[in-house]
């Protein structure tokens, strides 16, 4: 998992090279960057993590040179998809304030979510299989749920009101 992170950091670093002037990413305190980065428009750092990501993935599995730009084309469009069915449910509910029928119809419009969310996986791991070996693709999905996991331990607890509610990323 440290490795992992270590590659992300780098990786980003690279990625902020790239936006800007000549940074020295490895040379810099965590401090310094953290201040480059927040000079960045919103924009800016969007299109930076999403580089960032793009590469720590192509580099954590090892995809060919030549497979590189289908991949990470085909990864994007995999990711926005998987977006824009989650769009679709509202998680910002308060299932204490939800009558019966409202819960029921709420708890089946997540078992619904999860459904779509699930064959569009399979679909995209269709798809990627014709670029990549499918114990790639396996890693791919690994990976992608260490990183989630790795994200949800750095959000702040304090300001969470609703604990018991539904998962954001099923």
């Not at 401090?31 to 720590?56: A, D, G, H, T, Y």
């Amino acid at each position: 998992m440290k490795k992992i992170l270590l590659a992300f950091l780098i990786i980003y670093g690279f990625g902020l090279n790239a936006q800007r002037t000549d940074y020295d990413w490895k040379k810099m305190d965590p401090k310094q960057r953290k201040e480059v980065i927040n000079s960045l428009s919103p924009e800016e750092r969007k299109e930076l993590l999403k580089k960032f990501r793009n590469e720590m993935i192509i580099e954590n599995l090892n995809i060919a040179p030549s497979d590189k730009a289908e991949f990470t084309q085909l990864y994007n469009e995999y990711l926005e998809s998987q977006r824009q069915i989650k769009k679709q449910f509202n998680f910002d509910i308060d299932p204490e304030t939800l009558s019966d029928d409202e819960a029921k119809q709420k708890l089946q419009q997540s078992f619904e979510l999860g459904k779509r969310l699930l064959e569009d996986r399979k679909k995209y791991a269709d798809k990627m299989q014709q670029v990549i070996p499918c114990q790639k693709v396996l890693k791919l999905f690994n990976s992608e749920k260490m990183m989630r996991d790795k994200m949800n331990e750095r959000k702040p607890h304090g300001n969470d009101n609703n604990t018991s509610g539904p998962k954001q990323n099923p």
